[in-house]
Structures are given as C-alpha cells and as structure tokens.
C-alpha cells in the first residue's frame, strides 16, 4: 500500500540512529557516556518539581485550555521577553505550544506553501530538515563555515533571498555549533527578509545560556515593524529542565497569529496544562536560579575546551550554549564511522556532522551540558580511537 513520499524522504531520527550503535557497547572503556541528546544535566528547582506534582494531580488543569495557552503563561513570558530585551511585547503576541519543535512546524505550515523555499543554515538542527521535508518545502542550504565562526554571511542569505526564499531561519546560539550571531547580523538580515517579501523566523531555544555581556542578543522587538516580518521561537525544555514537559512558544504578530491558531487547535488542541500553570510561576520566581545555571553550562563548557585542548589532531572549531563541534583529524575516517566507533567500542555517544546536513563528513557534536565534570574529563580518553 503507498504511503507518503513526503514522510518517506523524510531522514530517519537521528538520536535513535546514535543510540542504536551503543546498543553494542560491553562496557570496556567505563560508564557510557550519553553526548547526543540536547538535555539538561541538572534537575528542575525543586519548588518547580512541586508545582509540577500538584498541578499534575489537580483536576483543575486535566481539562482542555485555551488553544494558544494559559493567559497565565502568556503574559508571563511576554514581561520576561520585555524585561530581556528592552522592547514590550504584549501578551497577545505570545502563543504557547505543545514544544518547540512542533512551534517550528506550525509557523512553517503557515509561512509556507508546498513547493515553497526556505534558507536553512548549515549545519542545521536536523529536525528542522525533516519539519520541512514533511511539508513539501525544498530547503536552500545556507552555508556556514568553521573559518567564519559558523555564522552565515548577509550576502549568501541574500542570494538565497533573490533566488526566491519565502522564508530565513535562523537558530542562535546555534545547534548544532553553539556559534551565536552577532546582533548586527540578525538586524541586518531582518531589514533583509523585510526588503526582499520574506519571514525571519528565529529560533532562540538556548538564549538563556548566553553569557551575560551577549544579551540583549538583538533589537529587533525595539521596531515595531517586527510583527510584519518576524517569527520567535522559543522553549522552556532547556531553561527549566522540563523537555519531557513539551512546552514551547510561538512570538508573532496578528497576522501570523490568525492563521496560527489554526493549526493549534488542529495539531495540539491546548499545550499541557500543569506545565503551563507550573512555568507561569517559575518565569518571573527562577531568574536568580536560571542566571546560576547559565553560570554552570558555562563552566562545562570551559571544562570541555580545557579537556580536548590536548587532543593531537582534533579541532575545536565551535562551542557554545549546549554544544561543542569537534572536527576530526585529518587521518581519521569519516564521521559515521568515526561516531558508530566511539558508541560502539568506547560507550561515547555523540551525533555525526552529516545528520546535521552536506558537508559535515569531518565533524562531530557533543552535547557537553548533559553530564558533569568528570564525565567531560573522561571524553579525551574515549576520543583516543
């Protein structure tokens, strides 16, 4: 029986894919270390953990919510929004979603057509790949280089915005490189979409590890043409340790919001109840916690730089929010093979370059805030294949 094309040219997960290779693991090198996964190494404030559990066993929220959440939620997230970046944005800007994942499938639902184009820069966060696969939407890779910092230049984006990209995705601090991109850059390819008919859609999932002098990470909500071209992402799964949760948002004006609401009520009905009443209180309460946290993720990432410095042949080229980008040396085989290796005969798991896109063969990602100090000392040892 046929099936859809779509799904079918559609990557297989990659996480799994990774995992798979461990399965094979004996043990010989240690504990395994779990690098694929973007996942906060640390547990949720146990006072949110609470709110959880009583929100969970509260019949109150066990109903159907507003289809584009709890109000609760909303204005919460749009005085913090306002707060971080100097801009008020009200809270009918502020749609809640069942992820962030499925926010960047629904925003492109509306931004698109089938048939449409999208930059994508590469290397790219693989499930967008496949969001718009599913879609029918031809993606038009957006090289980034090691050499530049993994940040795409104003003029590729805009040769991909005159070959008739509907739509410019950004992700920043990126996934998978950790690179962030300089404010300049944003504003500029924001004027940029706006010139040329296109969206900017920006991914900000990991704007809460940014160092504290990088914020506000731009200036855009300062305009308040921002609704016309615009599209913000956001999820609360890494800030507040609640990926199982499934809580992300949507930041758009009413136009996108019109038809936004749409696909909310066809693709998730409401976001999860308790969550949202648990995140309403923790967004304005946990700063103080979720500054320290920043802190943290920054330690790790320090700790990771100073583990592989001493690594013959390997190349730190990125690192940043979650993630470190570590290319191969140059005798090495490629970095399937090299990563099915690690998993298999020294329990590293970690995600090949070419799951994130063409022209990756000679690099891999560590998702390095998943695990403590020592298990990052321990990563040279297993690299050593």
Not at 269 to 277: E, G, L, T, V, Y
Not at 366 to 378: H, K
Request: glycine share 6%; aromatic share 8%; net charge neutral.
């Amino acid at each position: 029986m046929k099936l859809s094309s779509r799904l079918r040219s559609t990557a297989e997960p990659a996480i799994p894919a990774a995992r798979t290779w461990a399965a094979r693991y004996s043990g010989q090198a240690g504990p395994a270390l779990d690098l694929t996964q973007a996942v906060p190494g640390y547990p949720p404030h146990p006072a949110l953990l609470a709110k959880l559990s009583r929100a969970a066993g509260d019949a109150a929220f066990s109903g159907y919510g507003p289809i584009d959440g709890d109000p609760a939620l909303r204005a919460a997230l749009a005085a913090e929004m306002t707060r971080y970046y100097g801009a008020f944005l009200e809270t009918d800007d502020v749609a809640i979603t069942a992820g962030g994942n499925l926010a960047f499938s629904m925003v492109m639902a509306v931004l698109c057509d089938q048939g449409d184009k999208v930059a994508l820069p590469v290397p790219w966060y693989f499930n967008h790949q496949m969001a718009l696969t599913m879609l029918g939407v031809a993606v038009l890779p957006l090289p980034c280089r090691a050499e530049q910092g993994f940040v795409p230049s104003a003029a590729a984006a805009r040769a991909l915005l005159a070959q008739g990209a509907r739509v410019l995705v950004l992700v920043t601090p990126n996934n998978p490189t950790g690179a962030v991109y300089p404010p300049s850059l944003i504003e500029e390819l924001a004027a940029a979409c706006r010139e040329a008919g296109a969206w900017l859609v920006l991914d900000e999932t990991y704007r809460d590890f940014l160092a504290e002098a990088q914020s506000p990470p731009h200036a855009l909500f300062s305009n308040p043409s921002w609704r016309d071209h615009v599209v913000h992402l956001y999820s609360f799964s890494k800030a507040y340790c609640v990926p199982g949760h499934r809580v992300g948002a949507v930041v758009c004006g009413p136009a996108v919001r019109a038809e936004l609401v749409k696909a909310l009520d066809t693709w998730q009905i409401c976001p999860p109840r308790a969550a949202q009443h648990a995140l309403a209180w923790a967004v304005p309460t946990l700063l103080d916690w979720r500054q320290a946290n920043r802190d943290l993720m920054a330690d790790r990432a320090e700790a990771f730089r100073a583990a592989v410095a001493p690594l013959q042949g390997w190349q730190l080229d990125a690192l940043g929010a979650y993630f470190a980008y570590l290319r191969l040396p140059e005798d090495s085989p490629d970095a399937m093979t090299v990563a099915e290796t690690l998993a298999a005969e020294r329990g590293l798991m970690c995600l090949p370059g070419p799951f994130f896109g063409p022209g990756q063969q000679r690099h891999l990602r560590l998702a390095f805030a998943n695990v403590g100090l020592d298990a990052i000392a321990a990563v040279p040892c297993r690299l050593r294949v």
